[in-house]
């Protein structure tokens, strides 16, 4: 079964303009939770979707948005970029058997400048 | 909020030592998940725990659940160069579904 993947890998910004990553979930799982990573930060939630409905959000502002596809893609979207808005970003897929487990894609890393 | 606090921040030690890492909390965790992240890449998942004083191994990896479900440890045998990397926990938080809390992870560096 194929994992999850995450496009692009790499992204280099400048301030202000504004960014759409893309997460293609496992086979069959349909809850798709993305993470923000910082050094200083570590990993911090930014929203679950399931079944095309955001289900949780965590503490980000605004220009942090995102988005699920029928098919369980997702896309999150920042606009407006700030230099702070530098971090690797998680993508992370859950199905509904097992021990409630996520599973990680490669990441984006993106780089504000 | 249902903290997990991970230490220690930092171990660094020579290949064929033992090391362990801890993963507490205040607050009773359903179950906890173990990754382990590489530079640039995302957490590749380890073992989960479910049952309180639960031990589990991954070869030389052993991974135990406390009995009250509030913390959890990760021992290394021998450790191998391949090892070196950031060991995240998590869990389930328990309010609000599908939503999960990481602790802020142990980085081990194991030198040859």
């Known amino acids: 079964k194929a994992g999850v993947t995450q496009t692009p890998r790499y992204l280099i910004k400048t301030r202000g303009q504004q960014v759409t990553l893309s997460c293609s979930p496992i086979?069959?799982?349909?809850?798709v939770s993305w993470y923000q990573q910082t050094p200083g930060q570590g990993l911090q939630f930014l929203f679950e979707?399931?079944?095309?409905?955001?289900?949780n959000k965590g503490n980000f502002p605004g220009r942090f948005s995102g988005r699920q596809f029928s098919n369980s893609r997702s896309e999150m979207n920042v606009s407006t970029l700030e230099l702070g808005d530098s971090a690797l970003y998680l993508c992370?897929?859950?199905?509904?058997?097992?021990?409630?487990?996520?599973?990680f894609g490669p990441g984006t890393r993106l780089t504000v400048l | 909020t249902q903290l997990l606090e991970q230490s220690p921040q930092f171990l660094s030690i020579q290949e064929g030592e033992n090391l362990t890492v801890y993963c507490n909390s205040s607050?009773?965790?359903?179950?906890l998940q173990w990754y382990r992240q590489e530079p640039g890449e995302g957490p590749v998942l380890l073992v989960t725990?479910?049952?309180?004083?639960e031990v589990k191994k991954l070869k030389r990896l052993t991974f135990q659940f406390g009995d009250a479900r509030k913390d959890s440890s990760l021992h290394i045998t021998a450790a191998q160069p391949g090892d070196t990397g950031l060991y995240l926990c998590?869990?389930?938080?328990?309010?609000?579904?599908?939503?999960?809390?990481f602790g802020a992870g142990t980085q081990v560096v194991v030198t040859p």
């Open positions: 979707y399931f079944s095309e409905t955001q289900r």
């Open positions: 607050s009773v965790f359903s179950s």
């Open positions: 086979s069959g799982h349909r809850s």
């Open positions: 998590a869990g389930p938080t328990t309010d609000s579904w599908g939503k999960f809390q």
């Open positions: 725990v479910v049952t309180g004083g």
């Open positions: 992370a897929s859950r199905g509904q058997a097992g021990y409630n487990e996520q599973f």
